[in-house]
Every structure is written in structure tokens, then in C-alpha cells.
């Protein structure tokens, strides 16, 4: 793992969080765009945000995103944001979450399997 900035990777964070806030604001009222495709664009937001700064193996990236993204989903079950005090409703508290469900982890599992299955047909760079 090597500190390295990649403005293309951050571009791509950039227009990941803003179809994230499009699908959170806009998109809300569409059951499986808010329920379920949010959920599997989130592990794809961490993974190009981690990339606009760090150089590092995309398999181990991918893992630690997903094992992450879990740990949070298993904090929500035992009301991690209510504990530390995040009033419901501030951005904190919607960050983090405030129900634990098994369908979020099949997404975040489904966005790292994509994640994973992209790299493997970019092209490397020699």
C-alpha cells in the first residue's frame, strides 16, 4: 500500500456519492432503487474514495471493503449511532445507520462480487 492521489479515481467517487444523494433524495419513492441498489453502489463509492489516495492490490481492497461494510451493518444491529449519541435524522446517524438487515449484506456482497469481476477485465497497465 503506497500514498498515491488519482484524480480519475476521485472524479469517479464524486459522481458515485452524487447517484448516491440522487437515489437517497430523488429516487427515494422507488422501493428497490432506495432498498437494495444504494446498498450495492456504497461498497463502490468506499472502493474508488480508498483508490483517490492509496495505491493498493483491488482483491485485498475489495475484502477489506466488504468485511467493513459488514461491521458496520452488525454495529447497526446493536444501535451503534444511538450509543454514540447521533440525534436520528442528523448525518451521522444516517450515515451510519439504524437497522440491522441480512438483505443489506447480500448487497454489499453483490457490489463487491461486481466490484471484483470489473477488475478482472480492466485491462492492466504495464
Known amino acids: 500500500m503506497k500514498l498515491k492521489f488519482n ?5 469517479l467517487t464524486v459522481f458515485i456519492f452524487l447517484i448516491e444523494v440522487l437515489i437517497a ?3 427515494s419513492d422507488i422501493f ?30 475489495i475484502i477489506g471493503i466488504l468485511i467493513f461494510s459488514c461491521l458496520v451493518e452488525f454495529a447497526q444491529y446493536f444501535t451503534i449511532a444511538e450509543k ?11 450515515v451510519i445507520g439504524n437497522s440491522f438487515s441480512w438483505i443489506d449484506i447480500l ?20
Do not use: H, W
Not at 454514540?84 to 444516517?94: A, D, R
Open 32 to 61: 428497490f432503487v432506495r432498498a437494495y441498489l444504494g446498498d450495492v453502489i456504497v461498497v463502490m463509492l468506499l472502493y474508488t474514495f480508498v483508490k483517490s489516495f492509496v495505491k493498493i492490490n483491488d482483491e485485498k481492497l
Open 84 to 94: 454514540l449519541g447521533f440525534q436520528p435524522g442528523s448525518i451521522m446517524y444516517i
Open 107 to 126: 448487497c454489499y456482497a453483490a457490489g463487491c462480487l461486481l466490484l471484483y469481476l470489473f477488475v478482472q477485465i480492466k485491462p492492466s497497465k504495464n
Open 7 to 11: 484524480l480519475k479515481y476521485l472524479l
Open 25 to 27: 433524495t430523488k429516487l
